[in-house]
């Protein structure tokens, strides 16, 4: 039976996601998450209630070793025949923080790193894992998008590059917003899959790249970092009506948690690579990204930078990318 490794796959959207994925499609699965002590409960819930495999492997996304970490734990798990073949890899776990600039262990903006450059490494170190005609989803967001009600509320750092948003607020630069650190760091993360999708169409490989929008979800936790009061507003009712009136894009934990699913798994997305999908008030729907998510020149340069800044060794790069 196909595995699916899903990071964050233990709560909120990523949870709704892996019920799916365990109950329609029989999937076995690996949650990928920092706290093992969360995840065991789940697990056990899960091939109780839906008589799949399920494992757990321990990854902090903002910490470059504990992806290597991870990453090899798969590969054994892979050769030892503990999982079956990888058909997916869902790259679902976010933080949206709240308050001063912190930094990871690498020493690079947590925000950036836990979003975006440890997903990167992930795929890189697994990519010649995965079975044929296997997917790769990447959970984005609207946010990236400035001509969007999604994007407005924030914005994006566009005139920064990679090395800048690693090292944000350091060396007397100026800091930008914890909303456009996020959002840009979801479009880094769509600039990345639409690269990614070019290079593997260019190799001839079947696996496909997919960007994914679950739509703003409030219940999900998501927005812990942020203000109390914050958080009291998107959980009531009137704030969704206020949201649809001024163009938000709205998901729900069940409806974006079954999409995320159905994009992974279900064959009618099996040409799905390097599309951009949004979940919006119940619907599904294939739509265009930011014109800035299309910029070919941006997505090498932000694919060689991260390189450099992942410490990519010339034998982790992938036999498939070379």
């Known amino acids: 039976m196909a595995t699916i490794l899903i990071t964050g796959g233990h709560s909120g959207i990523g949870l709704e ?49 504990s992806v290597r970490s991870a990453a090899a734990q798969c590969r054994t798990m892979l050769n030892n025949g503990e999982i079956d073949s990888l058909q997916a890899i869902i790259c679902n776990a976010g933080v949206r923080l709240n308050g001063p600039v912190s930094y990871t262990s ?53 005139e920064h590059n990679a090395m800048d948003l690693a090292n944000m607020g350091k060396y007397g630069k100026k800091l930008v917003s914890s909303g456009k650190l996020y959002a840009t760091s979801k479009l880094c993360m769509i600039l990345h899959a639409y690269e990614l999708d ?17 739509g703003a979800t409030p219940g999900t936790g998501f927005l812990r970092e942020m203000p109390k009061p914050v958080q ?33 798994a279900d064959p009618a997305y099996a040409n799905g690579s390097g599309k951009y999908f949004q979940s919006n008030d119940g619907s599904l729907i294939e739509r265009r990204s930011s014109t800035l998510s299309y910029d070919k020149k941006r997505a090498l340069q932000l694919w060689n930078d991260t390189k450099m800044l992942v410490h990519l060794e010339p034998n982790e790069e992938p036999i498939l990318l070379r």
Request: aromatic letters at 8%.
């Open 17 to 65: 996601c892996s019920k799916q994925l365990a109950s329609d499609y029989q999937h076995n699965l690996v949650l990928a998450g920092r706290n093992l002590e969360r995840m065991e409960p789940v697990a056990r819930e899960l091939r109780a209630t839906y008589g799949v495999k399920v494992s757990i492997i321990k990854i902090d996304t903002s910490s470059l070793d």
């Open 106 to 158: 690498d020493g690079y903006e947590e925000t950036f790193a836990a979003n975006y450059l440890g997903h990167f490494l992930l795929v890189e170190l697994l990519l010649d894992s995965m079975a044929n005609h296997g997917r790769i989803v990447f959970t984005v967001s609207g946010t990236h998008d400035p001509d969007t009600a999604d994007g407005r509320m924030m914005g994006v750092a566009s």
């Open 198 to 214: 070019r290079r593997l169409k260019k190799s001839g490989s079947s696996i496909a790249s997919i960007a994914y929008d679950p």
């Open 232 to 264: 009291w507003l998107a959980d009531r009712s009137f704030m969704n009506w206020i949201f649809k009136r001024i163009g938000i894009t709205i998901g729900s934990v069940d409806f974006s948690g079954k999409a995320l699913a159905k994009i992974s």
